[in-house]
């Protein structure tokens, strides 16, 4: 009993033991550094040329992220934030919490991007996913006339849960809440993150799950498996651009910059579509993989941070007061 | 009570810390209260969490009832193990039980399983009947200890009586002794209800099915919202306190479960009807205890190779914070029982009115100026666990300290053993038993208790049963089984080596 107990007691007392290289810590979403995302390669290609420990730390999902950042201010230990939205941009700028990045890079985006402190790393729309083989609706209106279950992110924690709440408001502006009220009897139930809406979803909890247009590619291209579809929607796609930032009170501002410009290098950005499942902010030299072309929607929503930000509390308290009824 | 020479200063610091905690942590709140008032979402989980305690309440008592006249008036093999295993759940890790239940009534489930074999629909454990069915699971046990013993302090001769003159029993006895006990039960479920936390965080299924204490972690947790959380949790500190007031004041005190042990003979329930329906009512009410336990256990041991590398670590943690909170619940304890009177009762009754994510955000309002938050994450845990525990070890403690000034206060007065030297010869060798129980109580709670940890914990602080609910929101069943019996172990295994070690030394 004792030499466990003391081993037990040892391990929950010290941190890190190897700390001879700096240590760069980035904090990123759950799905990030998962086995099967784009944390293990982004890790081994980073540190091949960095001299360095990339510690990627998950801190739930994407807006998760930026309270944590804000609970934990100058006291935090990452150095880099890596998940955050267009939508969260102008919140996270008011904390005070970024400092400008020192990257320069032709972005392949589908919206203008020009920020000093934000740096997308990848892009992609919302879409509801379903399966090949069940009924699939064409609009948010008629998914909420059907009997068809939709397991959807909450949008306080998740970038997706949030996402969805703007692309709602962007289609139907005051008519919004009328829309959440009629879909409030097919959401089965909200989760934290994207991966425990995923889950739930392949785990056939429900019928249709808020993912991205790319998703089903996964399905095909990883699982062989073409079972799965992005439903397109009248409405138009709700566009998403995730950005990372440095952390204003790093110890590391130089490694923080060093890996931002690997961000947008082929090491990184080769990685994305088939590990994060997103268009890269820069297209690899060996091009976008199979099921990425195909499903680029007819319509896109978008809304600029600032009008994002403008649009987002009340969103959310709309959400909220709908699905709380 | 009357004045002895065992030390009294310390239970009047420990009472004013124990305040100071409990009322102190109220002034950052009051402070710190947003004005922006509550919106819809913060009303709706105000009703959720007040519908489904009463509701939790309601089925509870309706069906210990039953299981409670059944044990009262049948003698069968493996009584007695089973009154002894209804004080058993008060011990069980909630987190650990909701597993159990997700194996008998989830997706996956006995139960969803056996409906599919039938042909008929599968049953959702997510919302508020998911709430209510763990509630009751979790509550069903104390409710039935406490009918039980409101139908064991009717003197069996009464029964005779009521046998020989023929008269109705029900009407009669047990009609009125329910209508006693029936509301102090019904207002310590929907107590303990209140500040639901794991349960909802779990099987609760979006802001439709949201408790206050779980709004207040997510206003902090995702939104940061600090003033927010600050009002919801005066709220709940107000609603909590008002019902443990309820609670105190119709409660039966049967906590201990003394002379459960006798079963009355009974002449008006001999026929097969009134045996079947006892028997049904047993074997049902073990089932449904037993059954998503075995189930937890059996999943946990095949989840022990899938234990993520993360839980050596987490245990480590768990074990040092729950022998932090033990020490001080103990110290705290001891001091206020020594101390006794209305100081003592009210500093035992302030922590029920204030709940673990209450006193957390408290805490973390006034610590987060200045202590980074990872640093307090671990004591800060300890501290609320171990003011959790202190009503109960208080419990515990306070009748054996009654009891040996009873017997040796006038001969230890009159050696003159007064202050420190009255504790360290007189009172702490035969308190040993009682701080070996109360001991064993702090520590198994503390073990299971998901509560402040997850305001605080940053990367690689979680302790078990953080990392259980993570690993089963990230859907991983197999090793959150694992972890959670490794919970179960710990909880229990703490119990029994602080509850043994008391007693064997004491024997010495």
């Known amino acids: 009993m004792r030499p466990t107990l003391a081993a037990l007691l040892a391990l929950a007392a010290a941190p890190a033991l190897a700390q001879d290289r700096p240590v760069l810590t980035v904090l990123t979403y759950d799905s990030f550094t998962s086995e099967w995302g784009p944390g293990p390669a982004v890790e081994t290609a980073f540190e091949a040329e ?18 944590r950042l804000q609970l934990e201010g100058e006291t935090t230990e990452a150095d880099v934030v890596l998940g955050l939205d267009s939508n969260l941009v102008a919140a996270a700028r008011a904390t005070g919490l970024f400092a400008p990045h020192a990257a320069e890079a032709a972005l392949d985006l589908p919206v203008d991007w020009a920020d000093d402190t934000f740096l997308p790393f990848d892009w992609g ?70 991966s425990e809406a995923y889950n739930l979803f392949l785990e056939g909890e429900a019928d249709l799950v808020l993912s991205y247009t790319t998703s089903p590619a996964y399905h095909l291209i990883a699982e062989e498996d073409a079972g799965y579809v992005a439903l397109p929607f009248d409405e138009g796609h709700y566009l998403q651009v995730e950005v990372a930032a440095k952390v204003a009170s790093t110890d590391q501002p130089e490694l923080a910059d060093r890996f931002l410009a690997f961000m947008l290098s082929e090491g990184f950005q080769g990685v994305i579509p088939t590990t994060n499942w997103m268009y890269p902010a820069v297209t690899p030299s060996a091009g976008l993989p199979e099921g990425f072309e195909s499903v680029r929607p007819a319509t896109t929503l978008f809304l600029a941070p600032e009008e994002a930000e403008a649009l987002r509390g009340p969103a959310v308290e709309a959400w909220r007061g709908a699905l709380s009824q | 009570m009357t004045r002895t020479g065992a030390p009294r200063l310390p239970g009047a610091l420990a009472a004013l810390m124990v305040a100071g905690l409990c009322l102190g942590t109220l002034v950052p709140l009051l402070r710190g209260a947003g004005e922006g008032g509550f919106g819809a979402a913060d009303w709706a989980a105000l009703r959720f969490t007040l519908l489904q305690a009463a509701l939790s309440a309601l089925v509870s008592v309706a069906l210990a009832v039953p299981v409670a006249r059944a044990l009262a008036r049948r003698r069968f093999p493996g009584r007695g193990a089973l009154v002894t295993l209804l ?9 650990v039980a909701i597993l159990g239940l997700l194996a008998l009534f989830g997706r996956g489930g006995l139960v969803n399983d056996a409906l599919a074999l039938l042909g008929l629909p599968r049953l959702s454990i997510y919302g508020l009947h998911g709430v209510v069915l763990a509630h009751v699971f979790l509550n069903l046990p104390l409710a ?44 310590a479920i ?55 007031g309820l609670a105190l004041g119709l409660a039966p005190g049967a906590m201990g479960g003394a002379g459960l042990g006798r079963a009355v003979e009974r002449w008006d329930a001999q026929g097969r009807a009134a045996r079947t329906g006892d028997a049904l009512a047993i074997g049902g009410a073990a089932l449904f205890l037993l059954l998503p336990l075995a189930l937890a256990a059996l999943r946990g041991v095949g989840g022990l ?48 009115a204030a709940s673990g994510l209450v006193l957390g955000t408290g805490l973390l309002h006034l610590l987060r100026p200045h202590v980074a938050l990872a640093t307090a994450a671990l004591p800060v845990t300890a501290l609320v666990d171990a003011l959790v525990a202190l009503p109960f070890a208080l419990r ?113």
């Not at chain 2, 023929?166 to 207002?187: D, H």
């Not at chain 2, 009172?427 to 998901?450: K, Q």
Request: charge should be neutral; proline fraction near 6%; include cysteine.
């Open chain 1, 50 to 67: 960095c001299g360095c420990d990339l510690r990627l730390v998950a801190g739930g999902d994407g807006a998760a992220l930026l309270s």
């Open chain 1, 125 to 194: 729309w919302f879409s509801v996913v379903g399966r090949a083989d069940e009924p699939q609706p064409k609009s948010f209106r008629e998914l909420a006339e059907s009997d068809a279950s939709l397991v959807i992110q909450d949008p306080r924690s998740s970038t997706p849960g949030l996402g969805l709440v703007l692309w709602i408001e962007a289609a139907y502006g005051d008519e919004a809440p009328a829309v959440w009220e009629a879909l409030r009897d097919n959401i089965v139930t909200v989760t934290p993150g994207w």
């Open chain 2, 87 to 95: 004080g058993a759940p008060f011990l069980l890790p909630v987190i």
């Open chain 2, 144 to 187: 039935t200890r406490l009918i039980l013993q409101g139908w064991l302090d009717v003197p069996a001769e009464r029964f005779r009586l009521a046998a020989t003159l023929n008269a109705p029993v029900w009407a009669v006895i047990e009609r009125p002794m329910l209508a006693r006990i029936v509301p102090g039960a019904l207002a």
């Open chain 2, 190 to 244: 929907f107590a303990l209800c209140l500040t639901s936390f794991s349960v909802a965080l779990i099987l609760g299924g979006g802001p439709a099915a949201t408790t206050l204490e779980l709004a207040i972690y997510q206003a902090i947790r995702f939104e940061a919202d600090v003033a927010g959380a600050a009002q919801l949790a005066l709220l709940q500190y107000l609603l909590c306190g008002a019902a443990a």
């Open chain 2, 305 to 352: 190779a899938e234990l993520p590398p993360e839980v050596a670590g987490a245990a480590g943690r768990s074990l040092l914070v729950a022998l932090g909170a033990t020490a001080l619940t103990l110290i705290l304890a001891l001091a206020l029982a020594m101390r006794g009177g209305h100081l003592a009762l009210v500093a035992g009754t302030l922590p029920l």
């Open chain 2, 396 to 508: 515990a403690l306070a009748p054996a300290l009654a009891e040996i000034e009873a017997r040796h206060g006038r001969l230890a007065d009159s050696l003159g053993l007064t202050g420190l030297r009255r504790l360290r010869i007189v009172l702490l060798p035969l308190l040993r038993p009682a701080l070996g129980f109360a001991g064993g109580l702090a520590a198994a709670l503390s073990v299971g208790n998901l509560g402040a940890i997850a305001l605080f914990a940053a990367e690689g602080q979680a302790t078990l049963p953080l990392l259980m609910a993570r690993l089963m929101g990230a859907y991983r069943m197999e090793a959150a089984a694992g972890v959670g019996l490794m919970i179960l172990v710990l909880a229990l295994g703490l119990f029994w080596a602080f509850d043994r070690g008391g007693r064997t030394r004491a024997a010495a």
